[in-house]
């Protein structure tokens, strides 16, 4: 009798150890940007100098313990760029890419040219095809999209923070 | 002896739950040595614990199977059928403001980086209102700007929208049974994908109906309950870390409230009362002062002078 209660107990210990440690990141040597381009920062803050930028599908080795929100990276280049990436632009998935193209070669993902996708840019074209009455709305999205005078550049949200005489506190 | 078969029914199917959660296929197989040593375990009774861990992983799955960048693709669409619905207000000056403004409450959100980067528009309309799609575009209208007495306020705005796209709600208000279409089919057409060809036609038909969800549940129904709640309540926690004053939401929702009066619809057909809201927020705030300042106020002021005092 106490030995099944002693299995049950290690059992659940086990499984209960198990499920707090699932997390999208643990245990992952190596990830990819899952986002267009992703910036690879000097510190663990959002406030902190860009070093670069990587594109979509870029692969990266995780460089210690990954916090909740950064994880220390050095990208699979050539040339590698090591630094702190968000959390949230990487996945453990390894991102297809059409072709034998470099990674570090797509400065801006070409949308035609990553494979292994369900909703993309030729579902969009077909839907806007068939749902004239919405060009308008899409031209004006293209148009917020592309404007780089839209474009929120994180020295811009540096000095939105220091002009507003913000003092955030940030989560590592 | 019957309460302790009881108890290990009990813990079996606990860890059964746990495996749901982790999906974890190693643990699958720890599963299977349960009977015979936890007492009251069957055959059975594995069999059945794990038909519900394949539901339980096949729903992880589905949600995880939705990239970043699909979830930006049905959110450009929703996005497109907001702008259709509400119209956008023009003026560059304020667009700049509350993309600058919204990107930096983002940067300190646990969502920071999406797809294509955080969007923030102004719709043309008296109704208060605003919106989270996928894919993070995020609209206010002149009606909810008109809430709004400060940056701070207007940031507690969009840290609950922040909120909502940090949780995927919208997302998750996809029907479960569209899900399972989709999921079934995505997975088929990365096989198909590599043989060269692909359904557009069958796609083009799920994108509609996952469009269609999204949509109905942002300008129709809204979320439940319990999920505005979870955006208030992290809401709360984005502008603080920011360093705005909580209070601002508080303030804000004090402002809605009285507005909402005579202006029905928008929030109020979609979101749990003000007053409800800041039942809910008002205990997480220790101090109820907005501590202002004069460059932010500025700030806000010259860019949303218009749009907050138009009339369509
Ligand atoms: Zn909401």
Request: net charge neutral.
């Amino acid at each position: 009798m106490i030995h099944r209660w002693l299995a049950v107990l290690i059992l659940l210990v086990f499984v209960l150890g198990a499920g707090s440690m699932w997390n999208p990141v643990f245990g992952q040597d190596a990830m990819s940007v899952q986002v267009r381009s992703s910036n690879v920062r000097e510190k663990a803050s959002a406030l902190s100098k860009v070093l670069g930028k990587l594109a979509y599908g870029s692969r990266v080795s995780i460089v210690g313990k990954p916090g909740k929100s950064w994880i220390q990276v050095k990208s699979q280049q050539k040339t590698p760029l090591a630094g702190f990436m968000r959390t949230s632009a990487l996945t453990k998935k390894k991102l297809k890419m059409k072709g034998t193209g470099a990674s570090a070669a797509m400065a801006k993902a070409d949308d035609v040219a990553l494979a292994g996708k369900g909703f993309d840019k030729e579902i969009e074209d077909a839907y806007r095809k068939k749902n004239v009455n919405l060009t308008s709305a899409f031209a004006f999205l293209d148009k917020l999209e592309d404007d780089p005078k839209f474009k929120v550049k994180p020295e811009q949200v540096v000095e939105f923070v220091k002009k507003g005489k913000l003092k955030p506190k940030e989560v590592s | 002896m019957k309460n302790s078969i009881g108890i290990g029914l009990l813990s079996f199917f606990l860890m059964a739950a746990m495996l749901v959660i982790s999906g974890c296929s190693v643990l699958e197989s720890a599963m299977d040595m349960a009977p015979g040593f936890i007492p009251g375990v069957d055959k059975k009774d594995v069999d059945m614990a794990k038909s519900g861990l394949a539901v339980g992983q096949q729903l992880v799955e589905a949600v995880d199977t939705i990239t970043p960048e699909q979830e930006y693709y049905i959110g450009r669409a929703a996005a497109a059928t907001i702008i259709n619905t509400y119209g956008v207000y023009e003026d560059d000056a304020a667009t700049l403001y509350l993309n600058e403004l919204g990107s930096t409450v983002a940067e300190f959100s646990d969502m920071p980086e999406v797809y294509s980067g955080y969007h923030f528009i102004i719709l043309d309309s008296d109704e208060i209102n605003a919106f989270a799609t996928p894919g993070a575009f995020i609209f206010v209208t002149r009606g909810m700007l008109a809430c709004c007495d400060g940056e701070e306020e207007l940031a507690a705005v969009l840290a609950h929208e922040i909120a909502h796209i940090q949780n995927r709600h919208a997302i998750r208000s996809i029907k479960s049974s569209r899900w399972t279409k989709v999921f079934t089919k995505l997975g088929s057409e990365a096989a198909k994908q590599a043989a060269g060809g692909r359904d557009l036609a069958a796609l083009g038909d799920m994108f509609e109906g996952v469009l269609d969800d999204v949509t109905k549940a942002l300008i129709v129904n809204g979320y439940s309950r319990d999920l505005e709640e979870e955006a208030d309540v992290q809401g709360v926690a984005i502008v603080e870390r920011c360093g705005y004053s909580p209070a601002a939401m508080v303030a804000m929702l004090k402002v809605m409230e009285k507005s909402l009066g005579s202006n029905g619809g928008g929030f109020g057909k979609t979101h749990p009362s003000p007053e409800d809201r800041i039942e809910t927020v008002e205990p997480m705030i220790s101090a109820n002062r907005i501590t202002r300042n004069s460059a932010r106020q500025s700030r806000f002021d010259a860019a949303m002078r218009g749009a907050r005092n138009s009339r369509s």
